[in-house]
Every structure is written in structure tokens, then in C-alpha cells.
């Protein structure tokens, strides 16, 4: 059975209906008497609204209803939330505006909602909402992070004076000052972290129902967290009590994050059906994708790192402009805070660390958790650094690594985290063999022979994943805490039926959950089956992101496997008729010590739910378990991938050669399935670097607004990776896991531009590294390394 | 997209009068640009008339030293005929780089030579070749027929029926795409002939595809990469847009039409 339960690369249990069709996504349901929702958007940056006129509208045909922000503020829905209080330097808390569902007097962002229109049939919802009139008092924008808090800027709201929301920091500013007085060398970078608009395969949707016979709501959503948008939506926006609203996200294609955060679409859909009792539908195409989807990054930083004359790291210093858009998205004020700053030390001992982040409004939209969320941002900042910091001093890159790396674990960095495992060396020593590091340079001869430019550049990031115990994300804020639930419903044949809070959107957990479960109970993964995503059926969850899943999830999967396998170890001693403790359970076998008397876990599931053979007094019937469970510490994984590119001098296009990735994700549950998330993590972080980026012009118009301006990576920009793992488990959870869903995009972006400026022989490009920005980095090569 | 109607003529004929009959209607190709249209309300025809029933409108044949190619053929149908491959490498090649292979099998090239979309890249050829527009009405030379962005000499209910492409000595198109919509950012087309050398350039006129007439010159004395390096592309009609100002463009243009030149 063990061939496939943990380690075995079996095929993915849920392909099969998604490469035939057969998946369930929100758009696929259809409920009887179905309306159709289309929103009005405002097509301003920022405006004041001084007039709605619907009039015209709600005479179209097939038109059911017009809703607009009075409406929802007279039945008393509440605006969308920030789930994570941030405070300032001076411990003043963040200053936000409130994030109505309709605008509320007042647009401020391309694509914000003005009014929803509902009628019979989709055309007829687009026609009317043609029909309805606003009158703007167009404003000003505020568009640019890095310009927004000066004085004489539009204000986005009125609640946060010069546009900012809060001046946070973290770390000791004396300890770091003293570092650079005292340096050899300071290195110094301005960087610009884009941002990204995360273009998930499945465009988000919901409908909502309302059954006026037991008064209870039911909202299907493209969710990465069904049970945090009930939790959301009864207990702050007030739409129904939990035990009256049902969330389910049934099959989703791809969220990136995106799909955490609790949107306004999804709240007018659930609310308007009570309104009008009809199901109401909404599914968002492409264009509202690019305009409303959360978007990620946007930073905007400058960075110093001191090191000493021996080339050893003295301190960091990071100063950052995070744009949070015009609203607070669900979780926007931790991305840039307590995802970012805490992981700036990187895989390097680094005594003395100080990093301030001002998070600021524009007139656009949102910006919120996007694969690995201030992580990436973090790695880019460091990795940057440490690269260009060996150049300055004519290190070698690979070594100056080396020299700095944490060696002695636990490690304690001096912004929060605490490394508990790792071996840093063994990925680099790996990575460089792998890649070949010591015939680079032919390579780059052979390049240079061709005119071409070659480069070769290093990331060695550390994520924090797993995200996290309760307690210590709760002290830093979080409205939530970060457990995980899991629940075994042994079936009296022997099957089972695992109900797990984490919600696949892509990731495969049909697969590796039931692989866990093959492992504990020793069950064929056929005879599992994965519930997720309603919160009908499962009963509370924290849902799927910050590469949670394994580490957290699956975690509890254990956890209740282990209760299930004690409580069958009572039901077998009873039948077998042995003391409790005599009973071993191996490979899907309850036996008796001493003795040749055997169970299989069939037999002892059947005899639970018989009950002929205990006594009811001291056994419950039944085999059915439930665990939360709560990690003592985030995991670290950590790699070092290895970039080499080739750049044509004569048309600046950037060819991505070569890709090494050794990556340490502690023990891997499904490694092929690990292999895909560490390819698209690349493909996507590679796409940051030469591809994407979402741009507004002055008067906040995103002029990136569909896929003929943004530019998406496709297989063929991306070379056949050659990935490799090394393996410290993690000691804080019972599998050993660390999360790998995120990392390939954590660690690419600063590889690539650390390739690039390599090749360049010069630090001036910024991403994307489009291939007219790296013409014009040539011309502006040293004259040597241009021959 | 709004409500229209449809219409599935099987005669030139047919298709003439479906158009007189309602002004405005507008002619269904591949439908690779006008669906997308229609899907975002952009375009509104009250009438669609689409052209997949005509069977005539279909196919390649080679004929008088030309290649006459049907203008319901499909990219990827150009793109695989070993006539187009035998006679004009180039131009099977160019079709094999349009979009992927969905459009490829979708989209025609009367569809893409009427749309004359700014990015595209067979009126580059067209032009180049000095190819001839067959219409429902006349029959246009390459040098009139296209006329600015998107705009072309086409009038209201003129349906393109083939395209003649004389067969040249040499023919190559070199592209550099877009990094995002993968439409030509710059592409230049060479075509060398007993009656000359002929370079057309797509993606970044300002007013479309256009001739480069000192490289012709240039070329016509010596046909060599060689002897239009350092020709000074003027960058003052060239496209500027957030992927790539005119003056990289016209650094593309030279780059391409020395990769074109081969
Ligand atoms: C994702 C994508 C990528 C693409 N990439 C490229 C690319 O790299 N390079 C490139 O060149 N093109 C590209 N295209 C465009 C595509 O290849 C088609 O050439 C183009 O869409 C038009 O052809 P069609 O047959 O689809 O025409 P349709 O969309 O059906 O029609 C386009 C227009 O031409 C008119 N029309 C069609 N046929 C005739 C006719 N016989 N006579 C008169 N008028 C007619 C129609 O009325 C309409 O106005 C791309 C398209 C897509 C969707």
C-alpha cells in the first residue's frame, strides 16, 4: 500500500474530470429561476458620483431589479473588511476608509462598483446596465506609490491623511545605523517590485440563493476560503448568521491568492437574491478580471546592505512604498508587513536588520496577497542586495552566499522569525554542480561568439510557509487564527471520507490527502475520498494559501488519522478480545501481540459500526474523528535556483537558457505533483521578471487591461527546468512538510534579474525586463563588455 | 455581444445580395477578431454574413507564376501546403507564426488582409509581393489597397475572394513579436523579383504597412544583409505605445530586414 502513500509520484485523482470537462466550476451550476448579474463599473479613476439615474434601465426588458450603495447601506450590509490590523511607528492604528460593496458617493478606481443591474437573461442585465446613468464629478487620481503622500495629491479617503494607511517598521534603527557607520562597503539599490494582475485560468463568479421556505442563503464562490467568506460575511458584513448561510466553492481553476479575499460581486450576489428571491449569477469576464481581481506586489523600495571588509554581513536596511490600491482588500495590510519585513534576513546571518513600510493609497485597484505574498518582495530585496553587494566587492556571488549563510539552527533573525531547520550549504553545493557553475564561462565565450550576451544569476530564498500558529499571527494582528481541521469519516466498509478545511483550487489534494491517509490507515488512495469547500459539509476551516495546505492541513489529516486508529485499536482489542495495549496497528492491520490474531482495517470499521462486540459503556460506536490543529512555529523551506540567460544584443530579447532549482521543502508527499508547483512557481516568477506588468497612465487608466498588453509567460519561454530537492524535515509538524506551492515564484524573479544584470555587467533595469527595456540597457553597457 | 442575425449564404452571390440587403452587415470570416469584437460590445452588426458556405472561397492553386490562395483559406492551411512551401517558403512560414495553433485554424487571410490590423503580419507579404486583392467587384494591387489602421480601399459590401501572390526569386518575413498580444511589434518582409526588391513593414507605421523604399534601392544594387546595415530607418512615422517607442522600433526594423535578408 505504501506505493502509494507518501513519496509516491502517483497521477492525480482529479485529472480525470478536469482534462474531460467534467469539473464543477461556479460558472458550470446553473439553480432554477436564475437571474443574471452584470455590474455597472466606474470607468474613472476617481470621481464623485453625483447622480444615478436608473430610470431607463429598469424599464429594459428582463430587468428584475437596480441596486446601488443606498440600498445596501439602508438594509445595514456593512462594508468589505481588512482582516489584519497593522499600527504604526507611533502605535497608532492603520487609518482606513471604508470599502462599501457599491460605491458610496464616490468611485475610486477604475473598474470600482457603481450599481448592479439584475435581469432574466445575461444579455438583457448587459443591455440595461448600459442604460444607467451616472453623472460624475470627475477628480483627480492619485496613481503613483511613490508620489501619493505628498502634499497637494487628490486624497483617495478621506480617513488617511496623505494617502497613507500606516508607517510601519520592524527591527532596531540604532543597532542598524551603528552596522553602516561602521561598514567597509554599503550597498545601495532602488528597486521596483511590479505589480502583477494574477490572471487565474477560471475568472472569479457566484451566484446566490436564498430559499424563503427555511430563510437559509446558500453562495456558491470561486473561493480559496469558503468558511473565512461565511465567517466574513455573517459576523462583518452582516449579510446572515452562519448557521443561515452556506458558502461552497466547489471546483476552482487556479486562485494565486486571488480568490482569499471576500469581494464585492460575491456579497451583492448573496444579498440581492434574498432581495428579489431569485438566485442571482455573476461571472466575471476577462476585462473585470484585469480590473477588479486583487492585484499583487507593487513596491517600491530602496535598500542598502553593509558588509565589512572580510565580507561579512554587518546589516540591512530597507525603506518601502507599498501600494495598497484605493481599498484595504482582505488581508492587504499584512502582505507588505508581516509577510515582507520578517523574511528580509533571507538564508544569512544578519545581526542587525531595520525596515519601514508606508502603506498607501492610489486611485487603483486593490493590491493583496499574490503567490507568495511579501515574501517574493523580500527575496527580491535581499537577493538583490547580496548579489550586487559581491559584485562591488568582487566576490564571487555563489561564495559571498556561502560566507554569510545561517549554519546553526534554530536561528533566530533579528525581525521575528525563527528558523528551525535547514542546510543551506547542501542546496548551493548541489545547485552549482547541477548547473554547471564552473564551465560557465565557456559557455558565455560561446555565447559572446554568437554576439550574444550570457548571464548567470542566483536566488537563494527562504519562505515562510505553513502560515501559521494562531497565536503568533494573532499577536501580530491577524483577525483570524491559522489552524487547520480535518475530520475522518471511516465508512463500515473500510472506505474513507476525509473533510478538510484547506480548499484545492489546482493543487491536487484529492491526490496527496488520501496519499497521507494511504500511509497512517493503509487504504488504497481509491478508497479516499477528499471533501472541501462547503461549509455545509465541513464544519469550519481556514482554507488554502501561504503554502498551508501540507504543512497545515495535511498535519491534521494526521492527527485525526492517529485518533482514528486509537479509537480502532479499542474497537479491535474488544473483538480480539486482548488488553488495548497489545494491539499494534501496521500497514492496514490491527494485530495482537504474542498472538497470531489479525484484523484488517475493514474488519475493525464494520465491527465499529456493528457495535455487537463492546461494550457500549466503554466504546462509542462508530469510527469518525476530528482534529484541529494548530503548528508551533511557521517552516521554512529554502533553495537556491540558478538562472542563465542568453540575451540577443541586437533586439534586447532574453532567453531564459538554463534553470537549476534545488529546493528543501522537508519531506514531499507527492514529488511530481511538488515538481509542477515548483514549475509554474518559476514560469510565473519568470514572467514577472521579462513579461508582466499591470501600468496606469496619469489619470489612473489601466492600460494593461486585457492579454494583448499583458503579456503572459507561455511554455515556450521557459527552458525544461532541472529541479532537484534536498530534504531537512520539518521538526514543528508531525509530516515533516514544509510548502512548496509559492517558491519557484518567491525565488525566480530575483534569479532572473540578477542573470540579466550579469549579462549586462550592470545593475540599470528594472522588471519587467521587456525585451525594449534590455535594448536600452545595452546601449548603456561599459563599452568593453558591449564588444 | 448584442443580439444579430446570421446568415450562411453558399454563393458569392448569395453573400452580395445578403449585404445590399441589410447595410451594415458585416462579413464573418475565421471570426478570430470580429467575435472578440462583438463579445465586447465593440461591435454592434445587426447582421453577420458569414462566408465559411462558400465553398469557392477556399483553397490553394498555383497558376501563371502566381499563387492564388482562397480568402476563407486558413493560416494553418497556408502554413502546411507543400504548393505554398515549394513555390514561397516564406510565406508558409509567416502563416505558421501567426497566433497559436487555435487561430491558426481559425483565421483566414481575406479575414486578415481586410481587417489590415496595424500588428499583423500578411499585409506585410501582400505588400512585399506585390500580391492582388481579388474582390466580389475588382481586382486590386497591393499598393493601393491598404490605406491606414484597420482601414483598407475595401467599400461596403466588397468581399475579398483570393489573393494572388507572384511567385518571387526570394521571399522571407522575419518578425519580432509583440512579448504580449505575440502580433508583430515589427515585421518586414523582402521580396527580390526580376522586376526588383520590394520591402513592406508591418507593426510599426503609424499608418499602417508600408514600403521602405531606400532599402529596396539599396538591396536592388546588392542583395546582402551587408548592404542595408546602417541604413538610417526613419523613426518620426513609426508607432510609439506602451511595448515599444518608435525609436526601437526603427532599431527593429533594420535589425529584422537584415534577419529577413538573411
Ligand atoms: C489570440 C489571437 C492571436 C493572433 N495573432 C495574430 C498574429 O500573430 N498575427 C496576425 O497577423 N494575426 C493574428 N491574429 C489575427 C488572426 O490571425 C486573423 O487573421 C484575424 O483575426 C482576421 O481573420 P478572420 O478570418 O478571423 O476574420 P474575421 O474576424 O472573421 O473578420 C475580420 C474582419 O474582416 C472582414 N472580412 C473577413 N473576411 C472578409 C472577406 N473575405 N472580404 C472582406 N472582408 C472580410 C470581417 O467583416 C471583419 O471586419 C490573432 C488573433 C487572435 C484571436
Known amino acids: 500500500?505504501?506505493?502509494?502513500?507518501?513519496?509516491?509520484?502517483?497521477?492525480?485523482?482529479?485529472?480525470?474530470?478536469?482534462?474531460?470537462?467534467?469539473?464543477?466550476?461556479?460558472?458550470?451550476?446553473?439553480?432554477?429561476?436564475?437571474?443574471?448579474?452584470?455590474?455597472?463599473?466606474?470607468?474613472?479613476?476617481?470621481?464623485?458620483?453625483?447622480?444615478?439615474?436608473?430610470?431607463?434601465?429598469?424599464?429594459?426588458?428582463?430587468?428584475?431589479?437596480?441596486?446601488?450603495?443606498?440600498?445596501?447601506?439602508?438594509?445595514?450590509?456593512?462594508?468589505?473588511?481588512?482582516?489584519?490590523?497593522?499600527?504604526?511607528?507611533?502605535?497608532?492604528?492603520?487609518?482606513?476608509?471604508?470599502?462599501?460593496?457599491?460605491?458610496?458617493?464616490?468611485?475610486?478606481?477604475?473598474?470600482?462598483?457603481?450599481?448592479?443591474?439584475?435581469?432574466?437573461?445575461?444579455?438583457?442585465?448587459?443591455?440595461?446596465?448600459?442604460?444607467?446613468?451616472?453623472?460624475?464629478?470627475?477628480?483627480?487620481?492619485?496613481?503613483?506609490?511613490?508620489?501619493?503622500?505628498?502634499?497637494?495629491?487628490?486624497?483617495?479617503?478621506?480617513?488617511?491623511?496623505?494617502?497613507?494607511?500606516?508607517?510601519?517598521?520592524?527591527?532596531?534603527?540604532?543597532?542598524?545605523?551603528?552596522?553602516?557607520?561602521?561598514?567597509?562597503?554599503?550597498?545601495?539599490?532602488?528597486?521596483?517590485?511590479?505589480r502583477l494582475v494574477p490572471n487565474a485560468m477560471e475568472p472569479r463568479a457566484a451566484i446566490g440563493e436564498y430559499d424563503s421556505g427555511t430563510d437559509n442563503l446558500t453562495l456558491w464562490t470561486t473561493s480559496q476560503n469558503p468558511h473565512v467568506a461565511r465567517l466574513v460575511l455573517s459576523a462583518f458584513v452582516g449579510i446572515a448568521p452562519e448557521h443561515k448561510l452556506r458558502v461552497i466553492a466547489p471546483d476552482v481553476g487556479g486562485g494565486f491568492g486571488s480568490k482569499i479575499f471576500i469581494y464585492a460581486e460575491e456579497t451583492v450576489c448573496i444579498w440581492a437574491a434574498r432581495k428579489i428571491n431569485r438566485p442571482v449569477k455573476w461571472t466575471a469576464d476577462r476585462s473585470e478580471a484585469f480590473y477588479s481581481d486583487a492585484h499583487g506586489r507593487d513596491h517600491v523600495t530602496t535598500a542598502e546592505l553593509a558588509v565589512d571588509k572580510a565580507g561579512t554581513i554587518l546589516a540591512l536596511r530597507a525603506n518601502t512604498k507599498a501600494n495598497l490600491g484605493a481599498y484595504l482588500s482582505t488581508f492587504a495590510s499584512s502582505v507588505p508587513t508581516y509577510l515582507y519585513a520578517p523574511l528580509l534576513s533571507g538564508q544569512y546571518n544578519i545581526p542587525a536588520i531595520y525596515c519601514e513600510v508606508d502603506g498607501v493609497y492610489t486611485n487603483t485597484t486593490p493590491v493583496d496577497a499574490y503567490r507568495g505574498a511579501g515574501r517574493p518582495e523580500a527575496t527580491f530585496v535581499i537577493e538583490r542586495l547580496v548579489e550586487v553587494a559581491a559584485r562591488e566587492t568582487g566576490r564571487d556571488p555563489a561564495e559571498f552566499r556561502r560566507q554569510n549563510f545561517i549554519t546553526q539552527f534554530p536561528h533566530q533573525t533579528p525581525v521575528i522569525m525563527a528558523y528551525d531547520t535547514g542546510d543551506y550549504a547542501a542546496c548551493l553545493d548541489k545547485a552549482l554542480a547541477m548547473a554547471d557553475y564552473k564551465t560557465f564561462g565557456q559557455r558565455k565565450a560561446a555565447s559572446a561568439a554568437k554576439g550574444k550576451l550570457r548571464g548567470i544569476g542566483f536566488s537563494a530564498y527562504i519562505e515562510a510557509c505553513g502560515i501559521a500558529p494562531s497565536r503568533a499571527v494573532g499577536s501580530l494582528g491577524a483577525g483570524v487564527g491559522l489552524w487547520e481541521s480535518a475530520e475522518i469519516r471511516v465508512n463500515p466498509v473500510g472506505t474513507v471520507e476525509v473533510l478538510t478545511g484547506s480548499h484545492s483550487h489546482g493543487q491536487g489534494h484529492e491526490t496527496t490527502m488520501a496519499q497521507i491517509i494511504s500511509s497512517k490507515l493503509g487504504v488504497p488512495i481509491d478508497s479516499v475520498s477528499i471533501v472541501h469547500g462547503d461549509t455545509d459539509k465541513v464544519q469550519m476551516g481556514m482554507g488554502t494559501y501561504g503554502?498551508?495546505?501540507?504543512?497545515?492541513?495535511?498535519?491534521?489529516?494526521?492527527?485525526?488519522?492517529?485518533?482514528?486508529?486509537?479509537?480502532?485499536?479499542?474497537?479491535?482489542?474488544?473483538?480480539?478480545?486482548?488488553?488495548?495495549?497489545?494491539?499494534?496497528?501496521?500497514?492496514?492491520?490491527?494485530?495482537?501481540?504474542?498472538?497470531?490474531?489479525?484484523?484488517?482495517?475493514?474488519?475493525?470499521?464494520?465491527?465499529?459500526?456493528?457495535?455487537?462486540?463492546?461494550?457500549?459503556?466503554?466504546?462509542?460506536?462508530?469510527?469518525?474523528?476530528?482534529?484541529?490543529?494548530?503548528?508551533?512555529?511557521?517552516?521554512?523551506?529554502?533553495?537556491?535556483?540558478?538562472?542563465?540567460?542568453?540575451?540577443?544584443?541586437?533586439?534586447?530579447?532574453?532567453?531564459?537558457?538554463?534553470?537549476?532549482?534545488?529546493?528543501?521543502?522537508?519531506?514531499?508527499?507527492?514529488?511530481?505533483?511538488?515538481?509542477?508547483?515548483?514549475?509554474?512557481?518559476?514560469?510565473?516568477?519568470?514572467?514577472?521578471?521579462?513579461?508582466?506588468?499591470?501600468?496606469?497612465?496619469?489619470?489612473?487608466?489601466?492600460?494593461?487591461?486585457?492579454?494583448?498588453?499583458?503579456?503572459?509567460?507561455?511554455?515556450?519561454?521557459?527552458?525544461?527546468?532541472?529541479?532537484?530537492?534536498?530534504?531537512?524535515?520539518?521538526?514543528?509538524?508531525?509530516?515533516?512538510?514544509?510548502?512548496?506551492?509559492?517558491?519557484?515564484?518567491?525565488?525566480?524573479?530575483?534569479?532572473?534579474?540578477?542573470?540579466?544584470?550579469?549579462?549586462?555587467?550592470?545593475?540599470?533595469?528594472?522588471?519587467?525586463?521587456?525585451?525594449?527595456?534590455?535594448w536600452r540597457a545595452i546601449q548603456k553597457m561599459p563599452r568593453k563588455a558591449a564588444e | 455581444m448584442y443580439a444579430f442575425d446570421y446568415r450562411r449564404p453558399h454563393s458569392l452571390n448569395e453573400a452580395d445580395l445578403a449585404l445590399k440587403a441589410h447595410p451594415g452587415a458585416k462579413l464573418l470570416a475565421g471570426g478570430q477578431t470580429l467575435i472578440p469584437a462583438m463579445k465586447l460590445r465593440l461591435a454592434e452588426p445587426g447582421q453577420v454574413v458569414d462566408l465559411g458556405g462558400i465553398g469557392d472561397l477556399k483553397g490553394i492553386t498555383q497558376k501563371d507564376g502566381a499563387i492564388r490562395i482562397g480568402a476563407m483559406t486558413t493560416h494553418a492551411a497556408v502554413a502546411e501546403s507543400t504548393v505554398v512551401a515549394a513555390a514561397l517558403p516564406g510565406l508558409a512560414a509567416l502563416a505558421a507564426g501567426i497566433g497559436d495553433p487555435h487561430v491558426r485554424n481559425r483565421g483566414t487571410i481575406g479575414g486578415s488582409v481586410a481587417n489590415n490590423d496595424p500588428g499583423a503580419d500578411y499585409p506585410a507579404a501582400v505588400l512585399a509581393l506585390g500580391a492582388t486583392v481579388h474582390t466580389s467587384k475588382r481586382a486590386i494591387g497591393a499598393d493601393q489597397f491598404f490605406n491606414g489602421l484597420f482601414s483598407t480601399v475595401l467599400e461596403e459590401s466588397e468581399i475579398i475572394t483570393h489573393i494572388d501572390f507572384p511567385v518571387a526569386e526570394r521571399f522571407a518575413y522575419a518578425k519580432f513579436a509583440n512579448p504580449a498580444s505575440r502580433y508583430a511589434l515589427v515585421g518586414v518582409a523582402v521580396a527580390k523579383s526580376k522586376s526588383g526588391v520590394r520591402v513592406a513593414v508591418t507593426g510599426a507605421g503609424a499608418s499602417g504597412v508600408y514600403r521602405l523604399p531606400q532599402a529596396e534601392t539599396a538591396l536592388a544594387a546588392s542583395f546582402s544583409a551587408k548592404a542595408v546595415d546602417g541604413l538610417k530607418i526613419d523613426a518620426s512615422n513609426l508607432m510609439s505605445d506602451i511595448h515599444a517607442e518608435a525609436d526601437y522600433r526603427a532599431h527593429l526594423i533594420g535589425v529584422m530586414l537584415r534577419r529577413a535578408v538573411g
Request: hydrophobic content about 40%; some cysteine.
Open chain 1, 547 to 774: 503554502s498551508r495546505s501540507g504543512a497545515v492541513g495535511g498535519s491534521a489529516i494526521v492527527k485525526a488519522a492517529e485518533k482514528v486508529i486509537a479509537k480502532g485499536k479499542r474497537v479491535a482489542a474488544a473483538c480480539m478480545e486482548v488488553e488495548e495495549d497489545q494491539v499494534d496497528f501496521e500497514a492496514g492491520e490491527f494485530s495482537a501481540r504474542g498472538t497470531n490474531k489479525k484484523m484488517t482495517f475493514g474488519e475493525v470499521a464494520l465491527q465499529a459500526y456493528v457495535a455487537h462486540k463492546f461494550d457500549p459503556e466503554k466504546i462509542e460506536p462508530g469510527l469518525k474523528e476530528t482534529s484541529f490543529y494548530d503548528p508551533k512555529n511557521f517552516t521554512f523551506p529554502s533553495g537556491v535556483h540558478i538562472a542563465e540567460v542568453e540575451i540577443d544584443m541586437a533586439t534586447g530579447v532574453t532567453k531564459v537558457d538554463r534553470w537549476t532549482a534545488v529546493d528543501d521543502f522537508g519531506v514531499l508527499i507527492n514529488p511530481m505533483i511538488v515538481e509542477g508547483q515548483v514549475h509554474g512557481g518559476i514560469a510565473q516568477g519568470v514572467g514577472q521578471a521579462l513579461l508582466e506588468g499591470a501600468r496606469y497612465d496619469e489619470t489612473g487608466q489601466l492600460v494593461t487591461a486585457s492579454f494583448m498588453d499583458y503579456g503572459m509567460p507561455r511554455a515556450a519561454d521557459v527552458p525544461s527546468f532541472n529541479v532537484a530537492m534536498t530534504n531537512t524535515p520539518c521538526p514543528s509538524n508531525p509530516l515533516g512538510v514544509k510548502g512548496c506551492g509559492e517558491a519557484g515564484a518567491i525565488a525566480a524573479p530575483a534569479a532572473m534579474v540578477n542573470a540579466i544584470t550579469n549579462a549586462l555587467g550592470h545593475e540599470g533595469i528594472a522588471m519587467p525586463a521587456t525585451p525594449q527595456a534590455v
Open chain 1, 1 to 194: 500500500m505504501t506505493d502509494q502513500g507518501i513519496g509516491a509520484s502517483v497521477k492525480r485523482k482529479e485529472d480525470l474530470r478536469f482534462i474531460t470537462g467534467k469539473g464543477q466550476y461556479v460558472d458550470d451550476i446553473n439553480r432554477q429561476g436564475q437571474s443574471y448579474a452584470i455590474f455597472v463599473r466606474s470607468p474613472h479613476a476617481h470621481a464623485n458620483i453625483k447622480g444615478i439615474d436608473a430610470k431607463a434601465a429598469l424599464a429594459a426588458p428582463g430587468v428584475l431589479a437596480i441596486f446601488t450603495g443606498e440600498d445596501l447601506a439602508a438594509d445595514k450590509i456593512g462594508g468589505l473588511i481588512c482582516g489584519w490590523m497593522i499600527h504604526s511607528k507611533d502605535g497608532s492604528p492603520m487609518k482606513a476608509g471604508p470599502h462599501p460593496a457599491l460605491a458610496q458617493g464616490k468611485v475610486r478606481y477604475v473598474g470600482d462598483h457603481v450599481a448592479v443591474v439584475i435581469a432574466e437573461t445575461l444579455d438583457q442585465a448587459k443591455d440595461a446596465a448600459e442604460k444607467v446613468a451616472v453623472d460624475y464629478d470627475v477628480l483627480p487620481a492619485a496613481v503613483d506609490p511613490a508620489k501619493t503622500q505628498r502634499s497637494g495629491q487628490p486624497q483617495v479617503h478621506a480617513e488617511a491623511p496623505n494617502n497613507t494607511v500606516y508607517q510601519w517598521h520592524l527591527g532596531d534603527k540604532d543597532a542598524v545605523d551603528a552596522a553602516f557607520a561602521k561598514a567597509a562597503h554599503v550597498t545601495k539599490l532602488d528597486i521596483v517590485n511590479n
